[in-house]
Each structure stands twice: as C-alpha cells, then as structure tokens.
C-alpha cells in the first residue's frame, strides 16, 4: 500500500490566526493513524508554509417547506 498523500486544508480564520499569532503559533499534522502514527509539528506556520489559496463556497438551502 502507497503512502496516503492528502493535503492539508486551513481554514480563512485558521491561517488568520498563524499570521496573527507568529512563533507562539503551532501547526500539529498526524500521518499515518491507522498503522505507524507520526507527529508533524510546525512552529510559525504562516512564515514557513506556502498555501495554495483555494476559492469555495459552501451554503445551506432550507426549502420552503421546511420553514413554511
């Protein structure tokens, strides 16, 4: 079996607070948790990492029988 690779999502707040927070900021990533767990720890996430800025909107609906 090939090593998983799924990337890491931050979300708009998550990555506001790295940037606010600087060195006393720290990012925690678990790989592996099935079989062999390993502990990926990030101080300063914001000045380390590179983020791909990825656009999606997520909205719920509520029909007008629901409400009506």
Request: positive net charge; contains cysteine.
């Amino acid at each position: 079996m090939s090593p998983c690779r799924i990337p890491v999502a931050l979300t708009p707040n998550e990555r506001i607070k790295a940037q606010r927070f600087g060195k006393d900021h720290w990012l925690y990533i678990v790989v592996n948790c099935r079989s062999n767990p390993e502990l990926h720890m990030i101080q300063d996430p914001a000045s380390k990492l590179h983020p791909k800025e990825e656009f999606s909107v997520v909205r719920y609906v509520v029909g007008q029988t629901d409400w009506k």
